[in-house]
């Protein structure tokens, strides 16, 4: 079935170091690769999107790159912030789902030290 | 002003109480969802809804039951809540689906069941 695997947090880190999250996934075919962030007190926002095998989504500063041969999507920044401290999804969406059913990781806090 | 907007946004109940949350949207889309959210779980889908017609379960229907009311009414109901449906809900919406397709999600409820 589909799934998806990201690093459990939390993860603390100083303001203007570098970031990445580990997310790998689990599904037949071509599905969609999203990031999500989650930032206290509110609902989930689209971070960043890939759509197909070597897509790079970018947002905000973040990257990820879809990478088929190693079923990864791994989320980076170069030099975080205190307000990115969040809650981070990785999700996907299967090929050919008609739904538009989204299948979220378990999440990874991430908080930023000034 | 919120596109998706939930109400309430806390709730206490107890034990056997009938339950409504409520979803309303302002953006015009066909395609409305229903998720919880837990620790360590991530977001898990409840119920989805293609138009006014077409109701789904997701991956964790049972306890729940739900009514879309119009193109911008979806709510959720616990006819008889118990403890272990404390969680955080949303409420979300996307465009009639294709590769890609972004999710937009309201600001939450937090029910907890005593």
């Given at each position: 079935?589909?799934?998806?695997?990201?690093?459990?947090?939390?993860?603390?880190?100083?303001?203007?170091?570098?970031?990445?999250?580990?997310?790998?996934?689990?599904?037949?075919?071509?599905?969609?690769?999203?990031?999500?962030?989650?930032?206290?007190?509110?609902?989930?926002?689209?971070?960043?999107?890939?759509?197909?095998?070597?897509?790079?989504?970018?947002?905000?500063?973040?990257?990820?790159?879809?990478?088929?041969?190693?079923?990864?999507?791994h989320l980076e920044k170069g030099s975080v912030q205190v307000s990115d401290s969040a809650v981070y999804f990785c999700a996907l969406s299967p090929s050919g789902s008609s739904a538009s059913?989204?299948?979220?990781?378990?999440?990874?806090?991430?908080?930023?030290?000034? | 002003?919120?596109?998706?907007?939930?109400?309430?946004?806390?709730?206490?109940?107890?034990?056997?109480?009938?339950?409504?949350?409520?979803?309303?949207?302002?953006?015009?889309?066909?395609?409305?969802?229903?998720?919880?959210?837990?620790?360590?779980?991530?977001?898990?889908?409840?119920?989805?809804?293609?138009?006014?017609?077409?109701?789904?379960?997701?991956?964790?229907?049972?306890?729940?039951?739900?009514?879309?009311?119009?193109?911008?009414?979806?709510?959720?109901?616990?006819?008889?809540?118990?403890?272990?449906?404390?969680?955080?809900?949303?409420?979300?919406?996307?465009?009639?689906?294709?590769?890609?397709?972004?999710?937009?999600?309201?600001?939450?409820?937090?029910?907890?069941?005593?």
């Amino acid at each position: 079935g589909n799934s998806v695997t990201q690093m459990e947090g939390p993860v603390t880190l100083s303001e203007e170091a570098f970031l990445t999250i580990n997310c790998t996934y689990t599904a037949t075919g071509y599905p969609s690769l999203f990031w999500y962030v989650q930032y206290p007190g509110e609902g989930l926002q689209l971070l960043l999107k890939a759509t197909k095998a070597d897509d790079k989504g970018s947002n905000k500063g973040f990257e990820a790159t879809y990478r088929k041969e190693t079923t990864s999507f791994h989320l980076e920044k170069g030099s975080v912030q205190v307000s990115d401290s969040a809650v981070y999804f990785c999700a996907l969406s299967p090929s050919g789902s008609s739904a538009s059913k989204i299948i979220f990781g378990s999440g990874t806090r991430l908080s930023i030290r000034p | 002003d919120a596109d998706v907007t939930q109400t309430p946004r806390n709730r206490i109940t107890k034990t056997g109480k009938r339950i409504m949350l409520e979803c309303s949207q302002t953006k015009g889309h066909d395609r409305m969802y229903w998720y919880r959210q837990d620790p360590g779980l991530g977001l898990r889908l409840i119920y989805y809804s293609f138009d006014v017609k077409d109701i789904n379960k997701g991956e964790i229907s049972d306890g729940y039951s739900v009514s879309r009311q119009a193109q911008a009414k979806f709510s959720l109901s616990l006819e008889s809540a118990i403890p272990n449906q404390t969680a955080l809900y949303f409420c979300a919406t996307s465009t009639t689906g294709g590769r890609g397709d972004e999710q937009f999600f309201g600001p939450g409820t937090r029910l907890t069941v005593l």
